[in-house]
């Protein structure tokens, strides 16, 4: 079963370091989402992406987090000069739009982020 | 006043219980409904996904939305210890040919005693 992978799944860092975070989506899915969860919340969106082009961003993906998905597979989600407020964890999710038809949005497993 | 406001928990029941759980929402142009199941430490899963008002049923699971009253509800039947996670509404006002963002309640936690 190849579901959504994240990578990787629990990352510690010191704060002002750079972090990565990977997302394999379900093949062949077209859309994938970036979304945050803190504790006690529910998640959060923060970005998606069509193909390759990113067509929305949320205002919580401030000018310290960047994400790609090059060649509309494989998706990176990097946050520069971590703050002790993006411990979280990063859900990536991915679906398949075919028209106006298809709106199941599968999660992957979560990258767990602790700022120290 | 959040966008979806879901009960708060967590919630405790017996085996074999009736669990109902509930979300309510400010904005009406929320037409797809969801609940999502998560397990301590994982992603979400989908349980149930439901288009405008209506009922619909999947084993024990039932969902309800009533658009009218911006209510929708999660019925679980014969309630299991493997049952025992957290419970999250989702919704989205779009759907999939444009952007299907979902806005998710704050979730419940459920455990279910043997």
């Given at each position: 079963d190849t579901g959504v992978s994240q990578d990787p799944r629990h990352k510690i860092t010191k704060r002002g370091q750079n972090v990565t975070f990977r997302c394999d989506p379900?093949?062949?899915?077209?859309r994938l989402y970036w979304y945050r969860q803190t504790l006690g919340q529910g998640p959060e969106f923060l970005t998606y992406f069509q193909n390759e082009a990113q067509l929305e961003k949320s205002?919580?993906?401030?000018?310290r987090f960047s994400a790609e998905r090059p060649k509309g597979s494989f998706s990176t989600l990097e946050i520069q000069r971590?703050?002790?407020?993006?411990?979280a964890m990063y859900l990536c999710a991915s679906s398949l739009v075919v028209g106006l038809s298809g709106n199941t949005i599968y999660f992957g497993e979560g990258s767990w982020l602790t700022v120290v | 006043q959040k966008e979806v406001e879901q009960d708060p928990g967590p919630l405790s029941v017996p085996e074999g219980a009736i669990v109902s759980l509930n979300c309510t929402y400010?904005?009406?142009?929320?037409q797809y409904f969801m609940w999502y199941r998560q397990y301590s430490r994982k992603g979400p899963e989908l349980l149930m996904y439901t288009y405008s008002s209506g009922n619909k049923e999947d084993g024990r699971f039932t969902a309800q939305v009533d658009k009218s009253s911006k209510y929708i509800s999660l019925f679980i039947r014969d309630?299991?210890?493997?049952?025992s996670a957290t419970y999250l509404c989702a919704m989205s006002?779009?759907?999939?040919?444009?952007?299907s963002k979902l806005t998710f309640g704050k979730g419940i936690t459920l455990s279910v005693r043997p």
């Amino acid at each position: 079963d190849t579901g959504v992978s994240q990578d990787p799944r629990h990352k510690i860092t010191k704060r002002g370091q750079n972090v990565t975070f990977r997302c394999d989506p379900i093949s062949e899915h077209n859309r994938l989402y970036w979304y945050r969860q803190t504790l006690g919340q529910g998640p959060e969106f923060l970005t998606y992406f069509q193909n390759e082009a990113q067509l929305e961003k949320s205002r919580l993906l401030s000018d310290r987090f960047s994400a790609e998905r090059p060649k509309g597979s494989f998706s990176t989600l990097e946050i520069q000069r971590t703050e002790q407020g993006d411990s979280a964890m990063y859900l990536c999710a991915s679906s398949l739009v075919v028209g106006l038809s298809g709106n199941t949005i599968y999660f992957g497993e979560g990258s767990w982020l602790t700022v120290v | 006043q959040k966008e979806v406001e879901q009960d708060p928990g967590p919630l405790s029941v017996p085996e074999g219980a009736i669990v109902s759980l509930n979300c309510t929402y400010s904005n009406s142009a929320f037409q797809y409904f969801m609940w999502y199941r998560q397990y301590s430490r994982k992603g979400p899963e989908l349980l149930m996904y439901t288009y405008s008002s209506g009922n619909k049923e999947d084993g024990r699971f039932t969902a309800q939305v009533d658009k009218s009253s911006k209510y929708i509800s999660l019925f679980i039947r014969d309630s299991q210890p493997s049952d025992s996670a957290t419970y999250l509404c989702a919704m989205s006002s779009l759907g999939a040919g444009a952007n299907s963002k979902l806005t998710f309640g704050k979730g419940i936690t459920l455990s279910v005693r043997p």
